[in-house]
């Protein structure tokens, strides 16, 4: 099976601008997440959605991130206005019911100077 | 989110020897405790999992210790190969409590020496 499908693999931007990242999961898996994974970090997620529906978004910084997963497939993270401290890879996530294992993509590297 | 605790944060094995890292976790309401493998510019990928209702699971050359009564769980790697070179991350999951995903370890960085 086709794995979970991220772009852009890079990102260079400077501060203020805005950015956006595109996540496909796997064909048929419900649950998708977003996780922002810092240098020499684990990964900390940041919103997992259930078909349509953000079921948990409460480490999401609302006030300049936000998603959506419009049609319960694909899905897209947006920063506006990026700050340095956005540098990160952001990676996708998916499974077929919310504990099954996760399949993860290979994340999107922002570097915001 | 309830905190998972690793280490070592970085270890070095020589090739043929034993892998261990360990972590610890607070939330008693995980249940399932998986470990990823990372390699350098990929994702998360599934190594092992347990559940707390058995004691050790073992696949190949990996195996999983689990101590329910100290909240600590452990990986072995034996026989250790260069190709096992790579960020282990353990993690837990309250899958019934209507949490998020998994609650990840910071991450051991393995270096396998030929």
């Known amino acids: 099976e086709a794995g979970v499908v991220q772009s852009p693999r890079y990102k260079i931007i400077e501060k203020k601008q805005p950015v956006a990242f595109w996540c496909n999961p796997i064909s048929g898996h419900n649950t998708l997440y977003w996780y922002r994974q810092n240098l020499g970090q684990g990964p900390e997620l940041l919103i997992r959605?259930?078909?349509?529906?953000?079921?948990?978004d409460s480490q999401l910084p609302k006030d300049r991130f936000s998603a959506e997963r419009l049609k319960g497939v694909d899905s897209t993270l947006k920063i506006q206005p990026a700050e340095l401290g956005d540098s990160a890879v952001y990676l996708c996530?998916?499974?077929?019911?919310?504990?099954?294992?996760?399949?993860f993509g290979n994340g999107t590297r922002l570097t915001v100077t | 989110q309830q905190q998972v605790k690793q280490s070592p944060q970085s270890l070095i094995v020589q090739k043929g020897g034993i892998s261990i890292i360990n972590c610890a976790y607070e939330n008693t309401a995980f249940d399932y405790f998986p470990w990823y493998q990372q390699f350098p510019g990929k994702g998360p990928a599934l190594l092992i999992a347990i559940r707390p209702d058995v004691s050790e699971k073992k696949e190949g050359r990996f195996t999983i210790s689990f101590n329910k009564s100290a909240k600590q769980f452990s990986l072995h790697i034996m026989d250790s190969q260069p190709g096992d070179s790579a960020t282990y991350f353990c993690?837990?999951?309250?899958?019934?409590?209507?949490?998020?995903?998994?609650?990840f370890g910071k991450g051991t960085h393995l270096i396998i020496q030929p």
């Open positions: 996530a998916s499974s077929l019911v919310g504990s099954s294992p996760l399949h």
């Open positions: 993690a837990g999951v309250d899958s019934g409590g209507g949490a998020d995903g998994l609650t």
């Open positions: 959605y259930e078909n349509e529906e953000a079921v948990d």
